[in-house]
């Protein structure tokens, strides 16, 4: 069974910054495209970043380019998200997400394997 756990949420104020991990199994970690996607109270899940399956290449929403930072550690099969210069508007539950294979999609419904999310939270 793949498990994702994702820590590093919590309370921020504006142009603040946190840290998420994504831990994942070693075969998954190597076998999978992994992203982070978010979700506001009353909107959709959206993308918010990925990583090629190589790890070469990076992907990041508009509202979120320049400011946020995907990145993976290959000793801890941890995918990280920077979030630097903190918005309100990027209060949300984040979640990382996997799918096996070297093909990156931007819609939630592409990926097989979910984390149990966590909030991140953007005070003004």
């Known amino acids: 069974q793949v498990q994702l756990v994702e820590s590093g949420g919590g309370l921020v104020q504006t142009g603040g910054s946190l840290r998420l991990s994504c831990a994942a199994s070693?075969?998954?970690?190597?076998?999978?495209?992994m992203v982070w996607f978010r979700q506001a109270p009353g909107k959709e899940r959206e993308f918010v970043a990925g990583?090629?399956?190589?790890?070469?290449?990076?992907y990041y929403a508009d509202s979120v380019k320049g400011r946020f930072t995907i990145s993976r550690d290959n000793a801890k099969n941890t995918v990280y998200l920077q979030m630097n210069s903190l918005k309100p508007e990027d209060t949300a539950v984040y979640y990382c997400?996997?799918?096996?294979?070297?093909?990156?999609?931007?819609?939630?419904?592409?990926?097989?394997?979910w984390g149990q999310g966590t909030q991140v939270t953007v005070s003004s």
């Open positions: 990583l090629s399956w190589s790890g070469s290449s990076t």
């Open positions: 070693r075969r998954t970690f190597l076998s999978s495209v």
């Open positions: 997400a996997a799918k096996s294979g070297t093909s990156l999609q931007y819609g939630s419904s592409w990926y097989d394997y």
